[in-house]
Nanobody
Framework: QVQLVESGGGLVQAGGSLRLSCAAS????????MGWYRQCPGKQRELVATITSGGSTNYADSVKGRFTISRDNAKNTVSLQMNSLKPEDTAVYYCVVTDAPISWGQGTQVTVSS
């Protein structure tokens, strides 16, 4: 399994931006798909965005046009640039390796105030 550590969460006003980073414990160049999920208060964990080793991306409809996922295989990191944040984006954000065995980070809190 890969150990994943997220960073970059925090408190931001609506309309603001945050950049989340996820550092992996080993090389990610051989990992096909990585991504970000989030869990909003009182809701189930949901997909935010994924990216493949070839650079193909997939986004939840709720974040399309506002969030951008990227990966840096040389630095073994995956990032999530979040712009035009809304209060409904408030959640714990988790980095994930979706290749088996699935690996999750511990999460980072993002709070968007209105």
């Amino acid at each position: 399994q890969v150990q994943l550590v997220e960073s970059g969460g925090g408190l931001v006003q609506a309309g603001g931006s945050l950049r989340l980073s996820c550092a992996a414990s080993r090389r990610i160049s051989s990992i096909y798909r990585m991504g970000w999920y989030r869990q909003c208060p009182g809701k189930q964990r949901e997909l935010v965005a994924t990216i493949t080793s070839g650079g193909s991306t997939n986004y939840a409809d709720s974040v399309k046009g506002r969030f951008t996922i990227s990966r840096d295989n040389a630095k073994n990191t995956v990032s999530l640039q979040m712009n035009s944040l809304k209060p409904e984006d408030t959640a714990v954000y988790y980095c994930v390796v979706t290749d088996a065995p699935i690996s999750w980070g511990q999460g980072t809190q993002v709070t968007v105030s209105s």
